[in-house]
């Protein structure tokens, strides 16, 4: 009999919690003797409070991954909604599973309530803390530091569980003892806070174990003893908790078990059972050091020892990593691509490992347009086996994608485990990477950085190999800016003599022009290269449209423009430049950025003769934009 099959959909491999639930339906596929392929994204969700955008292109890269999934040799899936990069990605899995009538169950996504869910009860747990300092303790005087102050989901669930447990014990509610420490380094604002009180409080509850650790750092610089002077309690039991002294009292959300559960409800959906639509697995408390419950015992030399491996681990890796970069920079043929790859194989402890690369970008390496004959994002029908790590399929053997791998996803003896990866570079789907891991952790922090790194590789060389043999575009690579499509100072050099020469022998006026993009330096820093890369194609695009089709455009610098314009008189390039800025206003108005776009201009014009020369004529128009810009950024601040 076939094996049922799982799919998860997950991001990241260093989010501790959801890696928790990982396991739990790791261990509950191979007992049950499921087969489970795990399709993650090593890039991770921001932090709500931080502001760090994601580019579209990462935004792609990373959801690729999905579009792998068989819909139609997938039993269930098991997805993480909330922590997806792409909104769009969690309602196009949702929507295909119906489509094909497979079970989905979504894990503590508070979000997205349309799909059956694993609800980790924050109330339940969150309470079960307040009440162990109220009935074992005899605590009264409990301060809290929440999460996000609006419109957070697990915030609100954790105060109100706060909050009601105090009041069944007949213990006022004060909005004074009530802090919000975003679930991060805030904690120490709010607890600073608390210590400027004339009455300290006997404990302090804060909604996630990062924000303990930060709030017990801050007691203890201002010599408050835990859990002698003011008790101090947790909430997720993150592994971080047991390097910490005090160990801090805390809950540990039943993610493990809820991975079980979730294996287990879908093998009875598929035989027809409809659960409800939210499944509430309850938390553990947990008892340590921070309220007394459990000795103080002091680190001894195995925790530094434990440190220190750690650190030789982290610089062995480090090693590793520049020197697989070499090995990829060094690398002319396709076929010895990914040698570099082993000893990363024994690092993160994988059983088997394949690389597969896109058919259409591997067997056409050697065209002059592959990047433009793919479109964006594609997943290709067939796929080249490009690694071989405990397998016997030889590199270049092609396949179909929808096998995922070349030589059988099932193995007969036990239930097979796979984790998938993308690869991908600019706007290319390249691949991607299909492993099975000895162990479901996988140091995701470095894997992160290792999948990354080959990613970058791997699609530098392919480009690298297309520039290399696209020789009947090398006249226009060589005089043209690759991002704008404008000329580069090349291609200036090429035509500016002749250009000044015409206007000579013709008697019109030559206009030398001299753009700007406005602030991009702070648009790269606030929003990425990515966005700043918008603004110059932008601003580039709006002088190729405005100014005469005959002028040579140039991009001269990351930001620096320079027009050469035969006009029919000395003010007509006043004009262009306000059609310029009329153009560039107009965008703003459409809000297509959350940053207001700008570009300033200066120029030179005149009849030239024999004596002009386009240095003098290029400097001071390049003087004239510095003192628009600099009128221009005036006006703005008023």
């Known amino acids: 009999m076939e094996r049922k099959k799982i799919a998860v959909c997950i991001t990241g491999y260093d989010i501790e919690y959801e890696m928790d639930v990982v ?3 790791a261990d509950s596929c191979k007992r049950l003797g499921v087969d489970l392929f795990v399709y993650f994204n090593p890039t991770r969700k921001p932090q709500r409070g931080i502001d760090l955008v994601i580019s579209e292109t990462i935004l792609n890269g990373e959801m690729s991954v999905y579009k792998l999934i068989d819909y139609d040799n997938t039993d269930g899936i098991i997805i993480f909604g909330e922590s997806l990069l792409g909104e769009e990605t969690y309602y196009d899995i949702a929507a295909k599973a119906r489509e094909h009538g497979i079970p989905l169950i979504n894990i503590d996504d508070m979000e997205h309530k349309e799909e059956k869910r694993i609800v980790l009860s924050n109330k339940y747990a969150m309470a079960s803390v307040v009440e162990h300092l109220i009935t074992v303790h005899g605590l009264t005087k409990i301060d809290f530091i929440s999460g996000f102050k609006d419109n957070n989901i697990q915030s609100e669930e954790r105060l109100e569980a706060y909050k009601a447990t105090l009041t069944r014990h007949g213990i006022p509610v004060e909005e004074d003892r009530i802090y919000y420490g975003e679930f991060w380094r805030k904690a120490v604002e709010c607890t600073e806070e608390i210590l400027k009180k004339p009455e300290l409080p006997q404990a302090i509850v804060c909604a996630n174990d990062t924000m303990s650790f930060f709030c017990m750092d801050c007691l203890k610089e201002h010599g408050i003893r835990i859990p002698e002077d003011i008790i101090v309690t947790g909430f997720d039991s993150l592994r971080d908790a047991d390097d910490y002294v005090p160990k801090p009292t805390t809950v540990r959300r039943a993610t493990y078990e809820s991975g079980g ?11 027809g059972w409809v659960p409800d639509d939210i499944t509430y697995v309850d938390s553990v408390l947990k008892l340590g050091q921070s309220c007394g419950c459990v000795p103080i015992i002091r680190q001894d030399g195995f925790n530094y020892d434990q440190k220190y491996s750690y650190y030789n681990d982290f610089k062995e890796f480090t090693r590793y990593l520049l020197d697989m970069n070499m090995d990829f920079s060094n690398v002319e043929d396709s076929s010895h691509l990914f040698d570099g790859l082993y000893r990363g194989t024994q690092i993160f402890k994988l059983k088997k490992l394949y690389v597969c690369i896109s058919a259409d970008i591997e067997k056409s390496q050697h065209k002059i347009n592959i990047d433009e004959d793919i479109e964006p994002w594609s997943v290709p029908e067939t796929m080249v086996s490009m690694f071989m790590l405990n397998h016997d399929v030889p590199v270049g053997y092609e396949f179909p994608t929808k096998q995922l791998i070349p030589d059988g996803l099932h193995d007969e003896n036990e239930p097979s485990l796979f984790v998938f990866a993308p690869l991908y570079f600019k706007d290319l789907f390249l691949g991607y990477m299909a492993g099975v891991p000895s162990t479901i952790d996988l140091e995701g922090d470095l894997l992160a950085t290792w999948l990354t790194s080959i990613s970058n590789n791997t699609g530098s060389f392919y480009m690298n190999n297309k520039l290399q043999k696209a020789l009947g575009e090398l006249e226009m690579l060589n005089l043209h800016d690759a991002l704008t499509g404008l000329y580069n100072r090349r291609g200036l050099k090429k035509y500016e003599d002749e250009f000044l020469r015409r206007a000579i022998r ?7 022009i001299c753009a700007d993009v406005d602030g991009l330096k702070l648009i790269n820093d606030e929003y990425g290269h990515e966005e700043g ?13 405005i100014f005469p089709d005959d002028s040579i455009c140039v991009r001269t610098g990351g930001d620096e423009f320079l027009i050469l314009a035969h006009v029919s008189s000395e003010t007509e390039p006043d004009e262009l430049i306000a059609q310029v800025y009329s153009r560039i206003d107009s965008y703003n108005a459409e809000q297509r950025t959350p940053y207001k776009l700008g570009c300033s201009c200066g120029h030179i014009t005149l009849i030239p003769d024999a004596n002009t020369q386009l240095g003098a004529l290029k400097s001071e128009a390049d003087s004239r934009m510095y003192i628009e810009k600099h009128r221009r950024k005036t006006i703005r601040k008023f």
């Not at 559960?261 to 035989?271: P, S």
């Not at 890369?533 to 449209?545: F, K, Y």
């Open 23 to 25: 396991h739990g339906v």
């Open 261 to 271: 559960v979730a294996v287990e409800m879908l093998l009875k959906m598929m035989d």
């Open 506 to 512: 013709e008697k019109t006026y030559l206009s030398v």
């Open 533 to 545: 890369d918008v603004a110059i194609t932008t601003c580039s695009g709006t002088l190729l449209d």
